[in-house]
């Protein structure tokens, strides 16, 4: 009888620590993608950007603008958006089956037609798991202050 106890408290804490593994790989999977994202939106590259948004992208500005993938991307190969430097704080991950939300505050440095200029908002990011990449599936930022 000890010894079924046994195995049973060993099976069951082998399988609570592969369900903590298999969570914290997770979220260091949309940490990457996350970092991936930040890099890409300083020194845009129009295959990278394509291939970490998913075709069904809807990036929302604190503005208020909202743009699909092809605007997304052709915003930021055309310097329409233009980030000299992006700080991401106050980062959270939760991560559901096969979808992951991000919370953080992004700020940075920003030129607009030759303009420098700051930004500081609180961003959601919305990203999927399709096949073995995380794709970004929705942004929304809002301003703070």
């Known amino acids: 009888m000890i010894a079924k106890k046994l195995l049973f408290f060993l099976l069951a804490l082998g399988l609570l620590t592969t369900v903590d593994s298999l969570a914290q790989n997770g979220d260091q999977g949309v940490a990457q993608a996350v970092e991936k994202l930040r890099k890409l939106m300083i020194d845009p590259d129009k295959a990278g950007l394509e291939a970490i948004a998913s075709d ?5 500005h604190s503005s208020g603008k909202i743009e699909d993938k092809a605007a997304f991307v052709e915003a930021l190969t055309s ?3 233009d980030f000299k430097s992006i700080e991401l704080t106050d980062q959270t991950i939760t991560v559901v089956d096969n979808t992951a939300l991000v919370r953080h505050k992004l700020t940075g440095e920003t030129i607009d037609k030759g303009n420098t200029g700051q930004v500081k908002i609180g961003v959601l990011l919305v990203w999927v ?3 073995n990449d995380w794709k970004l599936l929705a942004r929304q ?5």
Do not use: F, N
């Not at 069904?56 to 929302?60: D, E, I, N, T, V």
């Open 56 to 60: 069904r992208l809807s990036y929302g």
């Open 79 to 81: 310097g329409a958006s």
């Open 129 to 131: 798991k399709q096949k």
């Open 141 to 145: 930022a809002v301003k703070v202050q």
